[in-house]
C-alpha cells in the first residue's frame, strides 16, 4: 500500500517540476544581472548567459534540468556556485528545528486549551480560550514576531532577539511561528470534543460510572483526535517547508530564507531545487498524517 | 503512533537539533543584511562579498573610511608614461594567513584569475584598462600582456591607455590577492593577508574572524569580530538595543525616533551615493530637455527631502557627491518652479500634459513614498505619472533595456572618485547594464569624460569634473534628488569606529571594546 501511494507522488512532482520551470521563465528579471552587480558589461552577461544555457530554447533546458534532478543533481547555485542540495541539507535540520518546536507548543497549548474548553461550554474558560484562539488566528505574523521581539528581548532582555544557538533562540520564533496552529487547534479540537461528548457511547461511559477524567481524557479525546491530525499534519508540511515571515524576522538560517534570497536574485536552480524539495517533504508529510490517522482510528483502513 | 509519544520524539529530535554554536561573545559584532555570494574575492559582486572579502584579504592598494586611498600590499607606486604604466612595488615581508610569504607571483596570479572566464565572477571590470585584459577574459588569449612581474617585489601594469584612477581601481575587493596555488575551498574557508583570519561561516546565520597577529599593518586591537546575517532592519535595530551588535545602521523610517531617543549614540556622514530618478532620454517625449528640465522644476525635492527622508541628505545640483573633489553644491539649480515647468512644457509642444510610468522597488517603502511625492508635484504641472512597482531585479531589468520612462534609483560609489559618477553614469558605453540608466548620450560629454580620465593631475582632472558635471546637469538626463546622510548608532561601549563613505572603507582595526 505504502509503495503504491509512494508511486502516486511521482506524478506530483513532475507537475511541480514543469510549472515551476514555466512560471520562473514567465517572471522578468535576468539571474544573469545579479550574478554581475550593479555595474557590468554587455559582452560578460552575454557570455555568461551562454554559459548557463539561458539562451538554449526553453524545452532544451528543461530537458537538461530534469535529467540533473533524474540522476539525484540539483545542480548549482549560479550566484554562490555551491551546490543545491548541499545548501538545503545544511539549513533544513534549522527548519525542522524549528517546525517542531512550533508544532510541540501549538499541539500542547491548543489541544490543551480546546479540550478544557469543551468541558464547559460557555463558561468562562471556554469563552477566554476561544478569545485567545481568535487573536492567534487573527494577528499578522509580522506584527507579532517584532512585538516579541521588543517586548522579551528589547524590552526585558530575558531572551535574544533573533538569531540561532542554544533552546533560547527558539522560544520566540516557535511561539511566532506556532501561534496560528494554536489558535486553530484550539477550536478545532474544542468543536470535535463537544461532538464527541455528546454521543451515546459517552453516555454509556458515564452510565457504567467511568469517572469524569476518564470520559473525556480516554474516551472522548481519542475520538476526537481525527480531524485535529488533519489540520496538525497540513501545519506540519507548511512549517518544515520553511516560514519566509519567521525566518526573516528572527534571522533564523532555515530554508524558507533560502528560498526568499533566491527569489530576490533569480537564482533559477535554487528556487528550483527548493521547490522541488519542498514539495517532497509536503507530500511525505501528508503521507505520514494518513498513516497516522490508521493508527488513532483503526476503522480507517487503505488498501 | 500515540499523541504523548508523538511529542516525546519530537522533544528528542528538538534536544538533538539543538546545541549549535553561539554566536554572541565575540568582542565585535557587526552584520549584514544577507549571506555574502563568497569569500572567494573573485566574486565579490555584492555588498556583503567585498565587506567580508576587505576584512580577510588585501589588495595592492586600499581606502580608509574617508575614502583616502592608502598603500596596501604595495608600499608604493609609480605612474609612468602618462599614466599608461604602472610599477608597485610590494611590502617586505608579508605573510599570508598559511604562513606563506607573499610573491609578486601570486599578485599577477590572482588578476589572471579575475579576469579567467571560468571562475564566472562577472565583475572583471576593474582590470579592464590592462592591456590584453578583455582579450583574456574573452577567451581570446593566454596571457595577459599588461601584467608583468619584475622579480619577487614588483608588479607593472600596462594599461590600453593613460587612464589615472587606476591604482584606486585596484583597492576594490575583487582586485584582492589571493596565494597562488589558489586552494581548492577559497570560496569557503579564505586565506589572505588581511587583519582578520577567517575562523568560521554559517550560511545564513553567522561568520566569525579572529585577529590576525601577524598582519604587516597594525594589527586588530579585539580578538574577535563576528558578522551576524540580520536580514530584517527592524530585527538589526532590536539586535543592537539589545546590546548583541556594535553598530547599526539607522533605517530612514526610524531617524526620528533615534534622534529623539538616542542622540548620544549616533554619527552621521554624507554617503558617496545619489539618489535620482533616471528619465530615459531616448523614450517619448522624454527625448526633449525641455520636458525633463520641466519635470526637475515640478518636483519640490528640499520638501521631500526635509518630510519623507526625514533630512537625511544634501539636495543634489550635479551627480558628484559634495565630499568628492569635482562635488559642486553652489551649482545654480533647477528651484522649485510650477509655473517655469508649465512653460518648458508648453514650449515643447506638451501643453496638454503628458503620461509616463515610474518605476520602482517594492521593498524600498521610503523611496516608495518618495515617487508618491514626485507623482503628486507632476501632476500639479499636468505631468500624469503611473508608478510601477516590481521587484528590484525586474525593476533593473525593465531599466537597463530602456522600458522605463522613469526609474527611482540609487548609486553607490564603487570607489571615492569623481569618475565613478561620471563614466559610469553619462558616457555612451555604459547604456544599460553599464549603470547609464537614462541613456544620456553626448559626444563632447563622451570625450570629456575620457580626457578627465587620462589627465594625472587632480586640479586639472577636478576641474573637468566640475564641467562634464555641470553640463550634464544643464541637460537634466535625471530628475536630480539628493546624496543621502549615512546615520549609524554606535554602543557606547565601542571606540574607533567611523562610518565608512566607501563599503571596503572599514576594516575594524582600530575598533575596540571598553571593558
Redo the contacts between chains.
Sequence with gaps: MLGRRLLLTVPTLAGVLVVTFLLLNV????P??????????????A??RA?LRLDDPLPAQFGHYVWGVVRGDLGRSY????PIAR?LA??F??T??LA??A??LA??CG?TLGVLAAVKPGGAFDRLAMLVSYLGVSFPVYWVG?LL??LF??AL?WL????????AY?ILPALTLGMRSIGFLARMTRGAMIDVLSSDFIRTARAKGVSEAAVVGRHAFRNA?IPVITVLGLDVGNYLTGSLLTE????W??VG??VL?AI???DLPAIQGSILFMSVVFVLVNLLTDL?YA?ADPRIAYD | ???PR??AF??I??SV????????GAALAYYES??P??LDPA?S??VPTGEMATLVYDGLTRFDPNGNLLPGLADRWTAERGGRRYVFHLRPGVKFHDGRPLRAEDVRHSLLRVLD?AT?G????PL?PIAGA?EY??GTATAVRGIAVLGDTAVAFELTEPFAVFPKFLAMPVASVVPAPVPADL?ERPVGTGPWRFVAW?????LLFARNPSYWGTPPEADTLSV?????P??QA??F??G?LSVVEIPFSETRRWEAQRPAWLRRKPALRVTYVALNNRRGPLRDPRVRQAINHAVNVPEILQTIWGGRGLVARGAIPPSLPGGDTTRAGYHHDPAEARRLLAAAGLANGLDLQLWRTGTNVALGRVCQAIQADLEAVGIRVTIVV?????Q???A?QGEADMAILD??A?YPDGDNFLY?LFHSS?F????NYAFYADPVTDSLIVTARRTLDDAVRTALYRTIDERVYRSAPWLYLWFPVDLWAVQPWITGWEIPVIFNGQRWTGVRRAP
Design positions: 517572471v522578468p528579471g535576468d544573469v544581472a545579479d550574478m554581475v552587480g550593479e555595474r557590468a558589461d554587455s559582452t560578460t552577461i557570455r555568461l554559459e550566484i554562490t556556485g555551491r545548501d545544511e539549513r535540520p534549522k525542522l528545528q517542531l518546536a508544532m510541540t499541539a500542547l489541544i517584532l521581539i521588543l528581548a528589547v532582555q535574544p532577539p533573533s538569531g540561532s544557538g542554544g533552546p527558539l483526535l526573516t524576522i528572527f534571522s538560517p532555515g530564507r533560502y534570497t530576490s536574485k533569480r497516522v493508527k | 503512533m500515540r499523541l508523538l511529542l519530537s522533544a529530535c528538538l537539533a539543538c546545541g549549535g554554536p553561539p554566536t554572541g544577507y549571506d555570494r563568497s566574486l559582486t555584492d572566464p564566472r562577472g565583475r572583471a571590470w579592464h578583455r577574459a574573452a570560496a554559517q550560511h545564513d546565520d553567522y551576524r546575517i540580520v536580514p530584517e527592524l530585527t532590536a539586535e538595543e539589545a548583541r516590481r521587484d528590484a531585479s525586474s533593473r531589468e525593465a537597463r548609486w553607490y564603487d559610469p555604459s544599460g547594464p553599464g549603470g
